[in-house]
Antibody, heavy 124, light 110 residues
Framework: EVQLLESGGDLVQPGGSLRLSCAAS????????MYWVRQAPGKGLEWVSV????????YYSDSVKGRFTISRDNSKNTLYLQMNSLRVDDTAVYYC?????????????????WGRGTLVTVSS | QSALTQPRSVSGSPGQSVTISCTGT?????????VSWYQHHPGKAPKLMIY???KRPSGVPDRFSGSKSGNTASLTISGLQAEDEADYYC??????????FGGGTKVTVL
C-alpha cells in the first residue's frame, strides 16, 4: 500500500529541538518531490519545506529558514524534518506529503499523498 | 510569502452550487497556472481535488471544477452533497521553488 506515516511529534520547550520522521511505503522518497506542511491549532495549512528528488535540493519558508532542515535516508525510505530553536508559534500538526508529478522543472506543490500528521507542541 | 485570501466560510443547500475564491498576486496565482485545491476533513489527511488550475485527479467527482482569472482562482462545487462539508484550501506555486496556501474556507451544507 502506498502511504506516509509521520512520527516524532512531542511536547518541547521553547528553544528546544525535535526531529520528525516520515516513513514511506509503496514508492521511493528519493524519486519524488517531498514536502512538509503544517497546521497550527485553529489555523490553515502552511507550506514549510520541499526536498527535490535526485540531487536533493532543499527550500524553506521564510518562517522556518535557518532553523529547520529537511533531509532523507534513501536506505530507510524516510523523510525527516530537523527542527531547532523551536518557538511557541511552531506548535502545529506536521504533515509530510508527496508531489503528484516529480518530473516538472520545479516542485509545483501538488500534494497527492499525505500522512496523517504528527503533533508538535512548543510550550514551557 | 503572504497567505492567499479565501473567504472564511460559504454555505449552500444540497444540490446547489458554491464557489470558493482564492486571491493572490502576480507573484503567485496570477503569475503561474500552478494552482491546486484540497479538501480537509478535521482529523484526516487533506485530499487533492484540483491541480493545474482545472485538472481533476482520478477519483475526484466532476462536481468539482476549478478556474482562474487574473490573480483569483476559484473552486466550484456543483450539486452540493452532505459529504462535501469540509475545509477547503487553495495552494499556488509562488516562485523561488516554494508554495503558498490560502487561509482556508469552511463549506457548510445546510
Amino acid at each position: 500500500e502506498v502511504q506516509l506515516l509521520e512520527s516524532g511529534g512531542d511536547l518541547v520547550q521553547p528553544g528546544g529541538s525535535l526531529r520528525l520522521s516520515c516513513a514511506a511505503s509503496g514508492f521511493s522518497v528519493s524519486s519524488n518531490y517531498m514536502y512538509w506542511v503544517r497546521q497550527a491549532p485553529g489555523k490553515g495549512l502552511e507550506w514549510v519545506s520541499v526536498m527535490y528528488s535526485g540531487g536533493g535540493s532543499t527550500y524553506y519558508s521564510d518562517s522556518v529558514k535557518g532553523r529547520f532542515t529537511i533531509s532523507r535516508d534513501n536506505s530507510k525510505n524516510t523523510l525527516y524534518l530537523q527542527m531547532n530553536s523551536l518557538r511557541v508559534d511552531d506548535t502545529a500538526v506536521y504533515y509530510c506529503a508527496r508531489d503528484l508529478d516529480s518530473s516538472t522543472w520545479v516542485p509545483l506543490s501538488y500534494f497527492d499523498l499525505w500522512g496523517r500528521g504528527t503533533l508538535v507542541t512548543v510550550s514551557s | 510569502q503572504s497567505a492567499l485570501t479565501q473567504p472564511r466560510s460559504v454555505s449552500g443547500s444540497p444540490g446547489q452550487s458554491v464557489t470558493i475564491s482564492c486571491t493572490g498576486t502576480t507573484s503567485d496565482v496570477g503569475g503561474y497556472d500552478y494552482v491546486s485545491w484540497y479538501q480537509h476533513h478535521p482529523g484526516k489527511a487533506p485530499k487533492l481535488m484540483i491541480y493545474g488550475v482545472n485538472k481533476r485527479p482520478s477519483g475526484v467527482p466532476d462536481r468539482f471544477s476549478g478556474s482562474k482569472s487574473g490573480n483569483t482562482a476559484s473552486l466550484t462545487i456543483s450539486g452540493l452533497q452532505a459529504e462535501d462539508e469540509a475545509d477547503y484550501y487553495c495552494c499556488s506555486y509562488a516562485g523561488g521553488y516554494k508554495g503558498v496556501f490560502g487561509g482556508g474556507t469552511k463549506v457548510t451544507v445546510l
